[in-house]
Each structure stands twice: as C-alpha cells, then as structure tokens.
C-alpha cells in the first residue's frame, strides 16, 4: 500500500513537474520569438489558459487522492478499532478466568486448612480428654487408697500409739 502510494506519487510529481516545464518553455518561447503584440498576447491568454486548466485538473486529481487517502485511513482506523475492542475483550476474559481459578484455589486452599485444623483441634482435645480420665482415674485411685489407710486408721482394733 505505502509504495502504491510513493510511486503514484512520483508519477504525478514527474508529471506535474512536465507540464510546469513544457509551459514555462512555451512562455519563454513567446516571448523571445518576434511576433506582433497581438499575437503575442493571444499565445499568451493560450498559454495560461493551458495552465489554468491544467491547474485546476491537477486540483481535482490532488483533491480525488486525498479524498481516497482519508477514506483508507478512516477505514484501517475502523478496522484497527475493531481489532483493539476484540483483544481486549480477549484479555479482559482472561483476566477474569484467571481471577476466577485463583479464587477456586484459594477457597480449595482455606478449606483444606480448615479441616486440617479441625483434625488437629479434634486430636488435641481427645488427647486432652484422655489426659484428664487418667488424671481423674489416678486422683480416684488415690483418694481411694487414702479411704482405705483413713479407714484402717480410725478402726477400733487399729494398733496406733498416742
């Protein structure tokens, strides 16, 4: 596209650039060649009038290229938007898979956390109770043995000396 364009553009300039020149060599011809001022000046009002209108046809070929040239960039700028909105759109669905996979993981983390806790909450606390019916069994036993020594100790036919 770019190098239609610079050879397109270069092919007007060289053709521009004939014209300029053939009508100033026409003009400086006129001018050197000895003719009445009658005719002179009627080859001259041909002569501009030559490059009026080939001034105004490279008016409208200039305004036709521009004409063309703003509607391809409008087009590529629509296209180009498009193509932002659909990439972004793409990245923004990602983005919220991802977000949405992290925040599975992390709730799949939080409760494997919490049941691990629970088990060990739930171990401690069997361990704890365990503890406390050997603890509650020993002082019975104790307390048991000490009924027993109390007993044998306050008995009629106990042999304490006073």
């Given at each position: 596209?770019?190098?239609?364009?610079?050879?397109?553009?270069?092919?007007?300039?060289?053709?521009?650039?004939?014209?300029?020149?053939?009508?100033?060599?026409?003009?400086v011809?006129?001018?050197?060649?000895?003719?009445?001022?009658?005719?002179?000046?009627?080859?001259?009002?041909?002569v501009v009038?030559?490059?009026?209108?080939?001034?105004?046809?490279?008016m409208?070929?200039?305004?036709e290229?521009?004409?063309?040239?703003?509607?391809?960039?409008?087009?590529?700028?629509?296209?180009?938007?498009?193509m932002?909105?659909?990439?972004?759109?793409?990245?923004?669905?990602?983005?919220?898979?991802?977000t949405?996979?992290?925040?599975?993981?992390?709730?799949?983390?939080?409760?494997?956390a919490?049941?691990?806790?629970?088990?060990?909450?739930?171990?401690?606390?069997?361990?704890?109770?365990?503890?406390l019916?050997?603890?509650?069994?020993?002082?019975q036993?104790?307390?048991?043995?000490?009924?027993?020594?109390?007993?044998?100790?306050?008995?009629?036919?106990?042999?304490?000396?006073?």
């Amino acid at each position: 596209m770019s190098t239609v364009n610079t050879t397109e553009s270069r092919s007007s300039s060289l053709l521009l650039g004939t014209v300029v020149g053939a009508a100033t060599g026409a003009l400086v011809a006129l001018l050197m060649a000895p003719k009445t001022g009658r005719e002179l000046r009627s080859d001259l009002m041909e002569v501009v009038n030559t490059i009026q209108t080939k001034g105004a046809e490279y008016m409208a070929m200039a305004k036709e290229k521009a004409a063309d040239t703003a509607s391809m960039v409008k087009e590529k700028a629509a296209d180009t938007a498009t193509m932002v909105k659909e990439r972004g759109s793409e990245l923004i669905e990602k983005a919220q898979q991802t977000t949405t996979t992290a925040a599975d993981a992390s709730h799949e983390a939080i409760d494997q956390a919490a049941s691990v806790s629970e088990q060990k909450l739930n171990q401690a606390a069997d361990s704890a109770h365990k503890a406390l019916e050997s603890a509650s069994s020993a002082a019975q036993s104790s307390l048991d043995k000490a009924e027993d020594s109390t007993d044998k100790s306050t008995s009629p036919y106990s042999t304490t000396r006073y």
